[in-house]
Structures are given as C-alpha cells and as structure tokens.
C-alpha cells in the first residue's frame, strides 16, 4: 500500500465546515459530536469504528456520556490526508443519522 499524500488541514476543512483545525501546529482536524444519550455515542462510535476498520485509518477520540471528541490526522503522512476527509465525511453522515449536534 502506497503512502498517504498529505493534504493539509486547511484544505480538508474546505469540505468540512463543522469540523475545525487542531491548534499548536499540529496538522490535524477536531470535532465534538454530541448525542442524546450514552447509547447514541456508543452507536456512533461502533459505525465509525467499522468503517475505520475498512478503511485501515482509526481516529483519536474521547467519551465522556453523550460527547464524542474526534480528533483525526493521519500518522503516516504526518498530517492531513484524503483518508481523513472519507473518515470525517462518514462520521458526519454517521451523526447525522443519529441527530447529534
């Protein structure tokens, strides 16, 4: 398999406007998602966790009741890449379904 080819968050977020630069310099891409419930984010994270698998990229997050922090680069290109952009978009689709804000 062929290295990712860096992107760079600026370019990512042009497609993505709920989700934000990670600050500090670090080329990385963040959300916060926000569910009903305990049950919803475990169901978001489970969808997302199976499309990860597929696509071999998994992000950086954290859980806390019903949030869900993401934080996505991909370690490889060290940055922001196109697998980052599939994975987001996914994660957007996958909430939306679930009606987080």
Known sequence: MSRPVKIGAAEALKGLPAWSAVEGGR??????FVF????????????????A???DHHPE?????????VTLATHDADGV??????????????????RAK
């Open 27 to 32: 080329d990385a891409i963040r959300r916060t």
């Open 36 to 51: 009903a419930d305990f049950n919803a984010a475990f169901g978001f994270m489970t969808r997302v966790a199976l499309m």
């Open 53 to 55: 698998d597929k696509l």
């Open 61 to 69: 997050w954290f859980n806390v009741y019903n949030r869900v922090e």
């Open 81 to 98: 890449t196109e697998l980052d952009v599939t994975l987001a978009t996914f994660m957007d689709q996958a909430a939306g379904d679930l």
